[in-house]
């Protein structure tokens, strides 16, 4: 499908954009707010409002029309190439796969405090509306918490026997969450044979999900995912590589 | 203008409250008991910051560490730092070991000096050199307290309460300083500088000027001083006192509440529990280093400002609002145990209720009027939403606009500015702007609506504060019968569980032998320079 953007009338190319611009509030800094939206593409551009923000610099609303198509069929994103299943499903998928416990180890790695990601899956609590990991009894879920170190994550992975390993990644100055998890996949590539290896998992708002091979693991989760989603891939991939 | 906090709005039932404070003191007191048995690695640093030690090896090693290890190896078949490092270190100098202090920790570096533990008449003559010493490190915190006091007469307060409080972030405190000024300038009464993430869990206080940090900037000793002179400048321009705000939080409490005070920062984050909870630090570890560090604060004048506001971040806003209210209470009584006064009880609390909860307004104005007429005399922080900021930011201008709007209605002493960005970029230039803007045309046109604003007895505010009470006092009955470590273990919090035998840092905790000497302990809690 071809589409452009929706203001109130099919086709007319509305967008909406804000900046700073390193100037005092003029004619001049407005006419240079009109012109860098105009290279953008908007044309024509509305600088509907400037406002002085601080010492030299000045704040803009701009609005205008581009002229841009897009292409739904040119789109790459990652679709979920498994099936969604209940808690109960996942449940009697691991005890028919595996006959055992699933075994989870989650942390946030590195100096990242920020545990809110890997609670949101993990803990009984949950998140939007689905209850974490911790719920369905049939996984074993060990979380280490924050700033854990890799080989510290490693040996609680070799200790627990773990299945998956579930990392969060928050901060991202620096590319820290990037640094950390090519860290993470090195290591557990050293620590365990192949066949052995837990799955490896990484989620956090600013990852992108298409760069799993190229940080090394087996699956990025971005924004939004939910218990459900994660417990349902690790029962696809584990279940069906142990009945392989 | 300052406005009265309004009183008496909610009608809670005397017997209960006085019931919930009374639970607080007997959860408090084995902690207090636990806290005044133990002595850790960082209270004998800061007793050595106070004496006037600073600076680092030249690996980046503070002094203060190396002395404390080296005196902690010397003494270790005398029970390593049972005996403090105040009588072993002070010692050596009345034994002519070296000149000063700083020379005593550049040998013990070498390993040219050997400590041990004096008896009898050389004890003696070792603890009154200590007192002289560390008194004179007191006696500097009482008067940066005095200069504030001066400055505020002088170049006058903040105008209004709430006070606005702004947080800068850039990992460069050269960076950081004309944010802060131009923040300041914008309408901030107080300004925070954000510390890298992981300082907490550094066992030594990074030392001079840093320009590299992850998400925030290193609190050091220098950075302090340049902020806090930058602010001096922009107060004297502005005709009102601009107040500076870092986080005491971590292994190094202690140390950085003594450096807080010697360089004149005026309210400090100091939670009785956080550093447990969020940041897996030793319980025992945690509740020594925040009493001494609370009593550093309490001699300096500084506003505590405690953490309550993440609970909500891990837990329920709704399900979990009592344990904020356990929390405030704990807080509020390890704060008055270590000397703090009311006026220093920067007690936190958060809009964190999920929007789509029927009638989250009205529940939040709930929540907030009880903490506020649990703690009448403190000046409470109110901590804006950060849960529910979705990336929406138009929708989160909204959010934030409620916030304040709560934060005016319910007379909250100390507001920290909510960001529509929140959840998606650290806070530009333009975000501040607007924020403040938000906050200012909140303020300007609620106004004095606060006088107004009586919620109906027996109305859905009234029942559902004194609900929270009551499932706070549950709570705290359940904690003085398991112990609080037992609770803390167990989940209770935030719904962590942190056990008093695990977590970073309890090797640095000792036990204190007979004959523990710690003048700073001694000059604080008893009053007297």
């Given at each position: 499908m071809i589409v452009r953007p929706y203001g109130d009338t099919t086709g007319d190319g509305m967008v909406q954009l804000s900046f700073t611009l390193p100037l005092e509030h003029s004619k001049?800094?407005?006419g240079a707010a009109e012109q860098l939206a105009r290279k953008m593409g908007m044309e024509p551009a509305m600088v509907v409002h400037a406002r002085p923000v601080g010492e030299g610099f000045t704040f803009f609303v701009v609005y205008g029309r581009v002229h841009h198509l897009v292409d739904t069929s040119q789109v790459e994103v990652v679709e979920r190439d498994y099936p969604l299943l209940t808690p109960a499903e996942v449940n009697a998928e691991v005890k028919r796969g595996l006959r055992r416990r699933l075994v989870v180890v989650g942390a946030c790695i590195g100096t990242d405090a920020h545990t809110v990601g890997i609670?949101?899956?993990?803990?009984?609590?949950?998140?939007?509306?689905e209850k974490g990991l911790e719920y369905y009894r049939e996984l074993k879920v060990v979380n280490l918490g924050a700033q854990v170190s890799v080989p510290e994550l490693v040996r609680a992975a070799q200790d627990e026997g773990a299945d998956a390993v579930l990392v969060s990644q928050v901060v991202t100055q620096r590319d820290a969450h990037l640094l950390n998890t090519r860290e993470m996949s090195a290591a557990f590539r050293e620590a365990f044979p192949d066949e052995r290896r837990p799955l490896l998992v990484v989620g956090g708002p600013r990852f992108d999900e298409k760069a799993a091979a190229e940080l090394g693991v087996d699956r990025v989760f971005s924004r939004g995912t939910t218990p459900g989603e994660v417990a349902s891939f690790l029962v696809h991939r584990l279940t069906e590589k142990e009945t392989a | 203008m300052s406005a009265p906090a309004p009183r008496r709005l909610l009608d809670l039932p005397v017997d209960q409250v006085d019931r919930a404070r009374d639970l607080a003191a007997r959860a408090g007191q084995p902690i207090v008991d636990l806290a005044r048995r133990h002595t850790t690695v960082s209270v004998e640093r800061a007793t050595l910051r106070l004496a006037g030690l600073g600076g680092s090896d030249p690996d980046g090693i503070p002094w203060v560490n190396r002395l404390t290890d080296a005196v902690r190896a010397d003494l270790h078949d005398d029970g390593g730092l049972a005996h403090g490092v105040s009588l072993p270190v002070w010692d050596a100098l009345v034994r002519g070991e070296a000149e000063d202090l700083a020379t005593l920790a550049q040998k013990a570096g070498a390993g040219s000096v050997r400590f041990r533990v004096p008896a009898g008449e050389d004890a003696r003559r070792a603890g009154e050199a200590a007192r002289a010493a560390v008194g004179a490190g007191v006696r500097r915190l009482d008067e940066r307290r005095a200069e504030r006091e001066r400055l505020v007469a002088e170049v006058g307060d903040a105008p209004r309460k709430p006070w606005i409080y702004l947080i800068v972030a850039t990992g460069d405190i050269h960076e950081d300083i004309p944010q802060a000024q131009a923040a300041a300038r914008a309408g901030a009464d107080v300004i925070a500088v954000i510390r890298s993430t992981g300082q907490s869990l550094l066992d030594y206080v990074p030392e001079g000027a840093t320009r590299e940090g992850f998400a925030g900037t290193y609190a050091t000793q220098e950075n302090f001083r340049l902020m806090r002179a930058a602010l001096d400048e922009t107060s004297r321009e502005l005709g009102r006192y601009v107040r500076?705000?870092?986080?005491?939080?971590?292994?190094?409490?202690?140390?950085i509440a003594a450096l807080a005070g010697l360089e004149r920062l005026d309210m400090m984050l100091n939670d009785s529990m956080y550093g447990i909870l969020f940041r897996d630090i030793n319980p025992v570890r945690t509740f020594v280093d925040q009493r001494f560090s609370r009593q550093v604060h309490a001699r300096a004048g500084i506003i505590i400002n405690t953490g309550e506001d993440n609970y909500l971040t891990t837990a329920d806003a709704v399900e979990a609002a009592h344990t904020v209210t356990t929390s405030q209470l704990l807080n509020e009584f390890f704060a008055r145990e270590a000397g703090l006064e009311d006026w220093q009880l920067g007690l936190g609390h958060a809009f964190e209720i999920d929007p789509a909860v029927p009638e989250s307004f009205r529940l939040e104005l709930a929540h907030a009027l009880l903490a506020r007429e649990l703690f009448p005399d403190a000046p409470l922080k109110w901590m804006p939403p950060t849960r529910?900021?979705?990336?929406?930011?138009f929708r989160g201008y909204l959010l934030d606009g409620f916030f304040?709007?709560?934060?005016?209605?319910?007379?909250?002493?100390?507001?920290l500015v909510g960001m529509m960005t929140e959840a998606v970029v650290t806070p530009w230039l333009s975000d501040r702007d607007l924020a403040l803007q938000n906050v200012r045309y909140v303020l300007d046109s609620a106004g004095n609506l606060h006088e107004d604003f009586v919620p109906a007895p027996g109305g859905l505010i009234h029942r559902r504060a004194r609900e929270v009470l009551g499932e706070s006092v549950g709570l705290l009955e359940r904690i003085v019968d398991e112990g609080l470590l037992a609770a803390i273990a167990d989940g209770t919090f935030g719904?962590?569980?942190?056990?008093?035998?695990?977590?970073?840092?309890l090797d640095g905790v000792a036990e204190k032998?007979?004959?523990?000497?710690?003048?700073?302990t001694e000059l604080l809690e008893g009053g007297q320079p």
């Amino acid at each position: 499908m071809i589409v452009r953007p929706y203001g109130d009338t099919t086709g007319d190319g509305m967008v909406q954009l804000s900046f700073t611009l390193p100037l005092e509030h003029s004619k001049v800094a407005e006419g240079a707010a009109e012109q860098l939206a105009r290279k953008m593409g908007m044309e024509p551009a509305m600088v509907v409002h400037a406002r002085p923000v601080g010492e030299g610099f000045t704040f803009f609303v701009v609005y205008g029309r581009v002229h841009h198509l897009v292409d739904t069929s040119q789109v790459e994103v990652v679709e979920r190439d498994y099936p969604l299943l209940t808690p109960a499903e996942v449940n009697a998928e691991v005890k028919r796969g595996l006959r055992r416990r699933l075994v989870v180890v989650g942390a946030c790695i590195g100096t990242d405090a920020h545990t809110v990601g890997i609670d949101a899956i993990l803990n009984i609590k949950g998140f939007a509306g689905e209850k974490g990991l911790e719920y369905y009894r049939e996984l074993k879920v060990v979380n280490l918490g924050a700033q854990v170190s890799v080989p510290e994550l490693v040996r609680a992975a070799q200790d627990e026997g773990a299945d998956a390993v579930l990392v969060s990644q928050v901060v991202t100055q620096r590319d820290a969450h990037l640094l950390n998890t090519r860290e993470m996949s090195a290591a557990f590539r050293e620590a365990f044979p192949d066949e052995r290896r837990p799955l490896l998992v990484v989620g956090g708002p600013r990852f992108d999900e298409k760069a799993a091979a190229e940080l090394g693991v087996d699956r990025v989760f971005s924004r939004g995912t939910t218990p459900g989603e994660v417990a349902s891939f690790l029962v696809h991939r584990l279940t069906e590589k142990e009945t392989a | 203008m300052s406005a009265p906090a309004p009183r008496r709005l909610l009608d809670l039932p005397v017997d209960q409250v006085d019931r919930a404070r009374d639970l607080a003191a007997r959860a408090g007191q084995p902690i207090v008991d636990l806290a005044r048995r133990h002595t850790t690695v960082s209270v004998e640093r800061a007793t050595l910051r106070l004496a006037g030690l600073g600076g680092s090896d030249p690996d980046g090693i503070p002094w203060v560490n190396r002395l404390t290890d080296a005196v902690r190896a010397d003494l270790h078949d005398d029970g390593g730092l049972a005996h403090g490092v105040s009588l072993p270190v002070w010692d050596a100098l009345v034994r002519g070991e070296a000149e000063d202090l700083a020379t005593l920790a550049q040998k013990a570096g070498a390993g040219s000096v050997r400590f041990r533990v004096p008896a009898g008449e050389d004890a003696r003559r070792a603890g009154e050199a200590a007192r002289a010493a560390v008194g004179a490190g007191v006696r500097r915190l009482d008067e940066r307290r005095a200069e504030r006091e001066r400055l505020v007469a002088e170049v006058g307060d903040a105008p209004r309460k709430p006070w606005i409080y702004l947080i800068v972030a850039t990992g460069d405190i050269h960076e950081d300083i004309p944010q802060a000024q131009a923040a300041a300038r914008a309408g901030a009464d107080v300004i925070a500088v954000i510390r890298s993430t992981g300082q907490s869990l550094l066992d030594y206080v990074p030392e001079g000027a840093t320009r590299e940090g992850f998400a925030g900037t290193y609190a050091t000793q220098e950075n302090f001083r340049l902020m806090r002179a930058a602010l001096d400048e922009t107060s004297r321009e502005l005709g009102r006192y601009v107040r500076l705000t870092n986080y005491a939080s971590g292994l190094c409490m202690p140390e950085i509440a003594a450096l807080a005070g010697l360089e004149r920062l005026d309210m400090m984050l100091n939670d009785s529990m956080y550093g447990i909870l969020f940041r897996d630090i030793n319980p025992v570890r945690t509740f020594v280093d925040q009493r001494f560090s609370r009593q550093v604060h309490a001699r300096a004048g500084i506003i505590i400002n405690t953490g309550e506001d993440n609970y909500l971040t891990t837990a329920d806003a709704v399900e979990a609002a009592h344990t904020v209210t356990t929390s405030q209470l704990l807080n509020e009584f390890f704060a008055r145990e270590a000397g703090l006064e009311d006026w220093q009880l920067g007690l936190g609390h958060a809009f964190e209720i999920d929007p789509a909860v029927p009638e989250s307004f009205r529940l939040e104005l709930a929540h907030a009027l009880l903490a506020r007429e649990l703690f009448p005399d403190a000046p409470l922080k109110w901590m804006p939403p950060t849960r529910h900021m979705t990336g929406d930011v138009f929708r989160g201008y909204l959010l934030d606009g409620f916030f304040n709007l709560a934060g005016a209605l319910t007379g909250q002493g100390i507001l920290l500015v909510g960001m529509m960005t929140e959840a998606v970029v650290t806070p530009w230039l333009s975000d501040r702007d607007l924020a403040l803007q938000n906050v200012r045309y909140v303020l300007d046109s609620a106004g004095n609506l606060h006088e107004d604003f009586v919620p109906a007895p027996g109305g859905l505010i009234h029942r559902r504060a004194r609900e929270v009470l009551g499932e706070s006092v549950g709570l705290l009955e359940r904690i003085v019968d398991e112990g609080l470590l037992a609770a803390i273990a167990d989940g209770t919090f935030g719904l962590m569980k942190r056990p008093a035998d695990r977590g970073r840092g309890l090797d640095g905790v000792a036990e204190k032998a007979e004959g523990y000497v710690n003048p700073a302990t001694e000059l604080l809690e008893g009053g007297q320079p």
